[in-house]
């Protein structure tokens, strides 16, 4: 008999099998940790608007909150000169990514007035994930106590693009 050098066809195939299942078990544990660290960028990032929006309200009351995210932040990269236009309290990426997801998920802020020719008085903040059970599993949304709050969307109904103030006040707060 000759002398075997290598490995045979079954040791190598055994190998890879041992491989597919380590990486089975592996991949969806993987894809959680990645969700969670959306999601708890998402919290941190409605909090930051938030607070952003009562930072806001105070540097401009005749203003109030600002009717969009983009008015939190500067116009460029570069911050030079604060206005109500683009206050400069957030940072770039986060002030542009409304209608673009930043760390999977979709944020949009709006201000209200109560009664028209007033300051806005009102806000809402929604997070919404940009790919249900893939980026995110929860929304977050705040108004004006600058809580954040969240819900568990249902399966396939997709991001509440028409959430009300009244409807965030009634979720869940973070924590609870």
Do not use: H, W
Not at 54 to 70: D, F, H, I, K, R
Request: hydrophobic share 45%.
């Amino acid at each position: 008999m000759r002398k075997q050098k290598g490995f045979s066809l079954i040791e190598l195939l055994i190998v890879v099998a041992i491989i597919l299942i380590i990486a089975a078990i592996a991949i969806p544990n993987l894809l959680r940790a990645r969700i969670a660290a959306n999601e708890s960028s998402a919290a941190a990032s409605v909090r930051t608007i938030s607070t952003a929006e009562l930072t806001y309200e105070t540097s401009y009351p005749a203003t109030g909150y600002p009717l969009t995210l983009a008015a939190l932040g500067p116009a460029t990269a570069a911050c030079t000169t604060p206005t109500s236009a683009n206050a400069c309290i957030i940072d770039y990426a986060l002030a542009g990514s409304q209608g673009t997801a930043k760390s999977g998920y979709n944020f949009v802020a709006t201000g209200s007035a109560s009664a028209a020719g007033n300051p806005n008085d009102q806000f809402i903040i929604t997070a919404s994930p940009s790919n249900l059970n893939t980026t995110g599993v929860k929304e977050f949304c705040a108004v004006q106590d600058n809580v954040v709050r969240f819900e568990t969307p249902a399966a396939g109904s997709g991001p509440d693009a028409t959430m009300t103030i009244s409807a965030c006040s009634a979720l869940s707060p973070i924590g609870n």
